[in-house]
């Protein structure tokens, strides 16, 4: 199994607050990834990035923002959480992406909720 | 832009029953295409892929075939067994290649 580590994996909290789910992979890979996943909607890219200080938006990303100082760590913050992000959020790492490649390798889940 | 459309679950089967999903999807060019899995309460995990026109992936009793001509990658399985009950996402990746882009998933729930 990938070295994939998120956390917090459960959390509750309440609208206004500020929210930091932290992804940590001991894999060495370039690509980090957060996706949430809500009924109806499947998976749904918020931010990534492909490499330390290198992010780019997807397509959820409103509302959000990431951080990659280290290669290891990717954060996902929520600068003031309300109701609509009550997720479960996913981090996913990939050596490499492109048209021949493009496994992910996911976390196990942050299940996120805002009151 | 890309998009991937997946039928409306849930698929409710008897266990040895033969398995379809279908995935269609909207793309530029001829992008892989993916099938994962996810197992209740964790995270996906690569199922099968192929990464270009009439390749077939496989893996584990299930395969799919990459048809250009239909733009599809429907997931089959001959005879599916209670310990396949999961969420199947199909994914391809995004023009610029730099993620995937997933379907909504489609549960699969097996029963014996």
């Known amino acids: 199994d990938a070295g994939i580590t998120q956390s917090p994996r459960h959390k509750v909290t309440e609208t206004g607050t500020p929210v930091t789910l932290r992804c940590h992979q001991t894999e060495n890979h370039r690509y980090m990834y957060w996706y949430r996943q809500d009924p109806g909607h499947g998976l749904r890219l918020i931010h990534y990035?492909?490499?330390?200080?290198?992010?780019d938006k997807g397509e959820v990303s409103d509302g959000y923002s990431v951080s990659r100082s280290k290669t290891e760590d990717f954060l996902l913050t929520l600068e003031s959480a309300t109701s609509s992000q009550t997720s479960v959020y996913f981090c996913?790492?990939?050596?490499?992406?492109?048209?021949?490649?493009?496994?992910?390798?996911f976390g196990e889940g942050s299940r996120l909720t805002v009151l | 832009g890309d998009s991937v459309t997946q039928m409306e679950g849930p698929v409710t089967l008897s266990e040895e029953a033969f398995l379809t999903i279908n995935c269609t999807y909207t793309a530029t060019g001829y992008p892989s295409l993916f099938w994962y899995v996810q197992y209740p309460g964790e995270g996906l995990q690569l199922l099968l892929k192929a990464t270009k026109a009439d390749d077939k992936g496989s893996n584990k009793g299930f395969e799919a075939t990459y048809r250009k001509e239909t733009t599809s990658f429907h997931l089959e399985k001959g005879s599916v067994q209670v310990s396949d009950s999961a969420v199947y996402f199909c994914a391809l990746v995004n023009q610029a290649g730099t993620a995937l882009i997933f379907g909504k998933g489609t549960t699969l729930s097996v029963s014996s």
């Open positions: 990035s492909y490499g330390v200080k290198d992010t």
């Open positions: 996913a790492i990939s050596e490499k992406v492109g048209h021949n490649t493009g496994e992910l390798f």
